[in-house]
T-cell receptor, first 114, second 113 residues
Framework: NAGVMQNPRHLVRRRGQEARLRCSPM?????VYWYRQLPEEGLKFMVY????????ESGMPKERFSAEFPKEGPSILRIQQVVRGDSAAYFC????????????FGDGTRLSIL | SQKIEQNSEALNIQEGKTATLTCNYT??????LQWYRQDPGRGPVFLLL?????KEKRKERLKVTFDTTLKQSLFHITASQPADSATYLC????????????FGAGTTVTVRA
């Protein structure tokens, strides 16, 4: 399967714990995006990364959230000290470029905070 | 700031009929617009992209129009089938970055056999 792979598919954390979400882009894609989807709401842009660089993190909360896309390995979205409001589906997408390019999405990680 | 509105109600149609979904946007003039399909528990799947200088685009039983004067896109599923049942999302390039897609909340389509 050469699609975007996200894991885990489901993640349960208690308040105050850390959540790590992983994303492997499609083969040949160097542009990675993270979106968050709340029930009954549209996908909201969080962050855009290229290898080893954060290009735009304007949609990501300033505190507790961070993202990386190392030279080797998957992209990671990290949420520290999780709170109930962090419960959502987090989707990763990748593309071969920007501009009029479709983004290819993974099936998401459903994060539940107890 | 940019605002995107899709049909607020779910669409229920009989198999074989045409489903028409609406996407309206304000405060911005995107150079292109995309439509995605999302099934429950899955990620969005890209369907079609239409540029501002294209009035209409087709792919198999799907047709998209883009009216930059009305700031509206219409998405049609012709000869609909139960397998077309899903949520359809409209997405615009971001106002401050063409990689930053802004999505509508989606319209859920159910096709009855």
């Amino acid at each position: 399967n050469a699609g975007v792979m996200q894991n885990p598919r489901h993640l349960v954390r208690r308040r105050g714990q850390e959540a790590r979400l992983r994303c492997s882009p499609m083969k040949g894609h160097s542009h990675v995006y993270w979106y968050r989807q709340l029930p009954e709401e549209g996908l909201k842009f969080m962050v855009y990364l290229q290898k080893e660089n954060i290009i735009d993190e304007s949609g990501m909360p300033k505190e507790r959230f961070s993202a990386e896309f190392p030279k080797e390995g998957p992209s990671i979205l990290r949420i520290q000290q999780v709170v109930r409001g962090d419960s959502a589906a987090y989707f990763c997408a990748s593309s071969s470029g920007t501009g009029a390019q479709p983004q290819h999405f993974g099936d998401g990680t459903r994060l539940s905070i107890l | 700031s940019q605002k995107i509105e899709q049909n607020s109600e779910a669409l229920n149609i009989q198999e074989g009929k045409t489903a028409t979904l609406t996407c309206n946007y304000t405060n911005y003039s995107p150079a292109y617009l995309q439509w995605y399909r999302q099934d429950p528990g899955r990620g969005p799947v890209f369907l079609l992209l239409i540029r501002e200088n294209e009035k209409e685009k087709r792919k198999e039983r799907l047709k998209v129009t883009f009216d930059t004067t009305l700031k509206q896109s219409l998405f049609h599923i012709t000869a609909s089938q139960p397998a077309d049942s899903a949520t359809y999302l409209c997405a615009l390039e971001g106002e401050y970055g063409d990689y930053k897609l802004s999505f509508g909340a989606g319209t859920t389509v159910t096709v009855r056999a």
